[in-house]
């Protein structure tokens, strides 16, 4: 099929994200809830739904759907209640799941995402609401058998659905990032999809251009990172393409994603709302979110990237990209904001996070948490640069690895010790200048006759007799005062 065929559609992408929310105990019990436990170790007669049984809520659950809503710009509702979503698969014990059906906790709520061209796009979150996991199938572990983990059944979940605004893999690949970034930054989520505690469905249909109605829709399920929920969509659309430009129908039904091949392959029939029989679930009573609750929790947020990035681009003059590197994970933030409590030159902080900073915890495979030297200390470090005392070459070639190792020492001091504080006299500078400009007469005529690139090559001689300590700014002052100079060099 020619490029032509696949230009006449629109992709329409809506996506089902379910976080793992970080709580110690599961949604409607107490057992535990951690990840790597000895299989069916963390279930109890509660989570298996077993007779004279009855569940309870789990107030941080209720807390983190709060935070997720306010940094998604939803409603939260006041009056939230619970339903039974029933369906009969082998993972799930009670043969029914805890969720929210009518009443979801948050709805109507919108984040951006930054598109190629550098502006921006709303995508609409139709509703977030609190459930419970299913346990685990594990297909294979032993040939021709299926092994059953009930350690995630009851797990505590908040889904994420969106709005069918997404147009391509490529806004869906931005718009899953930027979940699962808000997640961490809310301390809500790890995010980590290989784990499974970040997973992702995806909706797609295909239409024509200029329709005016959507196309029938298909679910892709089974997938693990973000990338290959790119690539599922891209199969997929050009699946559904192909299949109508060729005269048959798509079929609405639920497929899996196979990472190894990239294609998708339908698993049953797509499930209609009334299949699930959702009806309130008796053994829990509404929960009632006041505003003083909603206030509370807004007020102990931490700062989320889109404000981070305002403040970085339009109140310190950072590049849009800088803003986004420094944003991309909560913990380099933060340390960054720690960075520029005590120092105002944002952009110098900036470039040390980014550069020798990262570059560090890259090196030595380290966490920003465990980066040995204090935000005060890089502050200092970035002020004795500012004040001509020492470069920043050698402030990040030597300075920087030994303040890495001499956590209790100032920068200045330990650029003292190791005698690399820069020489800004100029007496001493000039001394340097003559003899460095002696050895080359015939390049100070050349320089004087219009060969300006001629001032790197005394500066690297200055440099060299200085043994690097020579301030390069004042000297490169210094030596084209000297070099314009037409009396004769003594």
């Known amino acids: 099929m020619n490029n032509k065929n696949y230009d006449k559609y629109q992709a329409v992408i809506g996506l089902e994200v379910h976080a793992q929310l970080l709580t110690n105990s599961k949604a409607y019990s107490s057992d535990a809830a951690e990840y790597g436990a000895l299989p069916n170790s963390l279930v109890s007669p509660v989570t298996l739904g077993l007779p004279g049984t009855l ?22 509702r006041e009056r939230n209640e619970y339903a039974r979503k029933n369906y009969f698969y082998a993972d799930l014990p009670k043969g029914y799941q805890i969720t929210q059906d009518k009443t979801p906790i948050c709805n109507d709520g919108f984040i951006f995402i930054k598109q190629n061209d550098g502006t921006e796009k709303r995508i609409g979150i139709t509703r977030i609401h609190m459930e419970e996991d299913a346990g685990k199938s594990m297909h294979d572990v032993v040939p021709d058998e299926t092994l059953v983990d009930l350690n995630r059944a009851g797990v505590a979940l908040l889904e994420v659905v969106s709005e069918p605004d997404l147009r391509s893999s490529d806004e869906a690949y931005k718009y899953l990032t930027e979940i699962r970034r808000l997640v961490r930054y809310l301390d809500i989520c790890d995010g980590n999809m290989e784990e499974g ?93 006041t505003v003083a609750e909603i206030a509370k929790v807004k007020a102990a947020l931490p700062p989320l990237p889109a404000e981070l990035i305002a403040k970085y681009t339009k109140q310190l003059g950072l590049t849009m990209y800088d803003a986004g590197v420094l944003t991309d994970a909560k913990e380099i933030a ?26 560090f915890l890259n090196e030595n495979g380290l966490h920003i948490s ?13 002020a004795i640069i500012d004040s001509g005392k020492i470069s920043f070459a050698m402030a990040s070639q030597r300075l920087f690895p030994i303040m890495t190792k001499e956590l209790t020492k100032s920068p200045l001091a330990i650029a003292e010790e190791q005698n690399l504080v820069q020489e800004s006299d100029s007496d001493a500078l000039l001394e340097m200048i003559k003899e460095a400009i002696g050895k080359y007469p015939e390049k100070v005529l050349e320089y004087k006759n219009g060969k300006v690139n001629l001032l790197g090559l005394f500066m690297g001689e200055v440099m060299k007799l200085s043994k690097g300590k020579a301030d390069p700014k004042a000297t490169s002052e210094l030596l084209k005062k000297v070099l314009q100079d037409d009396t004769e060099i003594q």
């Open 55 to 76: 569940p309870f809520t789990n107030k941080r659950v209720i807390e983190f759907g709060i935070r997720l809503g306010i940094a998604t710009n939803c409603k939260i």
């Open 370 to 382: 465990q980066f040995p030297i204090a935000a005060e200390r890089l502050a200092e470090l970035i």
């Open 197 to 289: 505690s970040l997973r992702c469905d995806a909706n797609v249909s295909v239409m024509l251009k200029d329709a005016k109605e959507y196309g029938r829709r298909v679910e892709v399920k089974n997938m693990n990172s973000i990338s290959n929920v790119k690539r599922a969509i891209e199969h997929e659309i050009i699946r559904q393409i192909d299949l109508i430009e060729n005269g048959e129908i798509v079929d609405q039904d639920t497929r899996g994603f196979d990472a190894m091949t990239g294609t998708t392959s339908s698993l049953r029939s797509k499930e209609a709302a009334n299949d699930y029989r959702y009806f309130p679930e008796p053994d829990l009573q509404p929960v009632i979110i």
């Open 334 to 359: 933060l340390f960054f904001e720690n960075v520029l409590k005590h120092t105002n030159n944002a952009k110098a902080a900036a470039n040390w996070v980014m550069g020798p900073v990262k570059s």
